[in-house]
């Protein structure tokens, strides 16, 4: 059984950790707040932009266009988007197994990987990592998406990879997350919002239009599912930092009930042998007179 010095010593050190605990938790927090704001700014412009994208591709012409054609699958590319760092529960093996699972459908993949984590889980896997982009400050993050997309459209357009998927996690709450699968290219226009006109004009054509259209819709996309990603990840680290704040309180809280029982019993015992040793006394008073 512990010591009432080593109880004391451990409420010490989960104090300390609580501590810091509490410090990750107020960072996530303002992290969260700044990443909701950038999220909640994107998110209308790429709606429109895909909006536009599909609904260009219900035009019969738009059709023939490498942008929009499907072609025989030899290589497909993925982009899958994880964090740099730990602590944010199951965020990153939601991710990272929900690509894995798509993957193993029997295709040949190349893997584009955004995030230390997912490196290092597809490395170990022996996955074909092309290319993978490490500690990304914020501030760079629309620029990269920028370079990525181009790097994308390359790839694409000569002919290296047949589609393009990207894998990312939905914010939805705080407390709400999903990861999901989807393609980039080619582009796919299922008709649901078909706000297509015949009479539509495209200047100066429709070729040159969707030539400069996409990469711009690409930059958003990617740029978009980062935001998504990354707002869930700082939610799902403070929403982590804030149980195991409550843990180590309990924690706590349960060692300074067993060191006030341990000092109550010792307390009690001095008090028993004080009491005894008074009694021999008094008995043995009388008897040395």
Do not use: W
């Not at 730990?86 to 993957?103: E, P, R, T, V």
């Not at 620029?143 to 997309?149: D, I, T």
Request: proline share 2%; with cysteine.
């Amino acid at each position: 059984m512990s010591s009432m010095r080593d109880i004391k010593q451990r409420i010490e050190n989960v104090s300390s950790v609580e501590q810091i605990i509490k410090a990750m938790d107020m960072v996530s927090s303002t992290r969260l707040v700044k990443a909701r704001r950038q999220l909640e700014g994107i998110r209308p412009m790429y709606k429109e932009l895909k909006l536009i994208a599909e609904e260009v591709g219900t035009q019969e012409n738009a059709k023939r266009h490498i942008y929009y054609k499907e072609r025989e699958v030899k290589n497909t590319l993925y982009i899958i988007l994880t964090s740099d760092r730990g602590l944010c529960g199951s965020y990153n093996f939601n991710i990272m197994s929900k690509a894995l699972k798509h993957m193993n459908q029997g295709k040949n993949e190349k893997i584009i990987i955004v995030g230390s984590k997912g490196y290092e889980y597809f490395k170990k896997r022996d996955k074909n990592i092309i290319h993978s982009v490490l500690d990304v400050a914020d501030a760079k993050v629309y620029y990269g998406a920028e370079s990525l997309a181009k790097m994308i459209i390359d790839s694409y357009l000569a002919a290296e990879v047949e589609e393009v998927y990207i894998a990312y996690t939905h914010f939805e709450n705080v407390l709400t997350y999903v990861p999901v699968v989807e393609r980039l290219l080619p582009i796919v226009s299922d008709g649901t919002e078909n706000r297509d006109r015949d009479d539509k004009k495209y200047d100066p054509d429709l070729d040159s239009f969707i030539d400069n259209m996409i990469p711009l819709y690409l930059h958003m996309n990617l740029f978009r599912a980062y935001s998504e990603s990354h707002t869930s990840e700082q939610a799902s680290r403070m929403v982590n930092m804030d149980a195991a704040g409550k843990n180590a309180s309990e924690i706590i809280e349960d060692l300074t009930h067993m060191y006030n029982r341990k000092r109550q019993a010792a307390i009690t015992q001095e008090i028993s042998e004080i009491v005894g040793s008074a009694n021999i006394l008094n008995k043995g008073g009388p008897d040395d007179s």
